[in-house]
């Protein structure tokens, strides 16, 4: 984080940067195991495991000072770490779900699963909703994202007068190399620069999308 936070700055120092860690999945191969098992974590759950990398136990407040994240946050992570089905780290007191700030916590070195691909993620991450403090962060994003589709579209017409409409959507994915647009982000742009009086549909041809100078 630190390394590309120097770098991004240096590249773009008038722009933030954010990190939006409840939307990354990370992908690790064990290799303590008598199999190796492929996990599918969250990157709060990788930064878990990594510290069992270097220690046998550690405890849940030394865990929660070292990552520095809210109580909610790494209770909720853990929990699916040491599922009693199929417990990939194990935790001092079995008879409740949740950690207290003295409790031990090691990892499972006799860890099984009929499958080798084992998904951890919690099942809340995956249909979470983006938290309150995240939604303006992602509402510039998504701004910023339609401007840029915005000027694809105004440069490829401007060169070419017109475009068949399904060319047109193609080369937009093509030529947008920041991100992967979404299909149908990129119909509303079409639909706004129309409203907009940038492009509009041609008279003769409903699929050719002329450009209005």
């Not at 938290?131 to 303006?136: L, S």
């Amino acid at each position: 984080m630190s390394k590309f936070t120097i770098f991004y700055k240096l590249k773009e120092p008038r722009r933030d940067l954010h990190w939006l860690f409840l939307q990354g999945t990370c992908e690790i191969k064990t290799n303590h195991l008598a199999k190796s098992f492929h996990l599918i974590t969250t990157v709060i759950q990788y930064s878990i495991l990594d510290i069992f990398n270097k220690k046998d136990q550690i405890s849940y407040s030394e865990l929660k000072s070292l990552l520095k994240i809210s109580n909610e946050d790494l209770q909720n992570n853990l929990k699916f770490l040491a599922v009693p089905s199929r417990p990939f780290i194990i935790k001092e007191n079995s008879k409740t779900t949740a950690f207290t700030d003295d409790e031990k916590i090691s990892i499972n070195n006799k860890f099984n699963f009929k499958y080798l691909k084992v998904e951890l993620i919690p099942q809340a991450a995956k249909s979470q909703e983006i938290p309150a403090q995240n939604e303006k962060i992602v509402n510039e994003i998504n701004i910023g994202r339609a401007i840029i589709l915005d000027c694809i579209f105004v440069r490829i017409l401007k060169g070419r007068k017109s475009e068949l409409y399904n060319i047109l959507i193609t080369e937009v994915i093509h030529q947008c190399t920041l991100f992967k647009p979404d299909i149908q982000l990129i119909k509303q742009r079409i639909e706004s620069l129309m409203e907009r009086e940038f492009l509009a549909r041609d008279s003769a041809n409903r699929d050719l999308i002329v450009y209005l100078p």
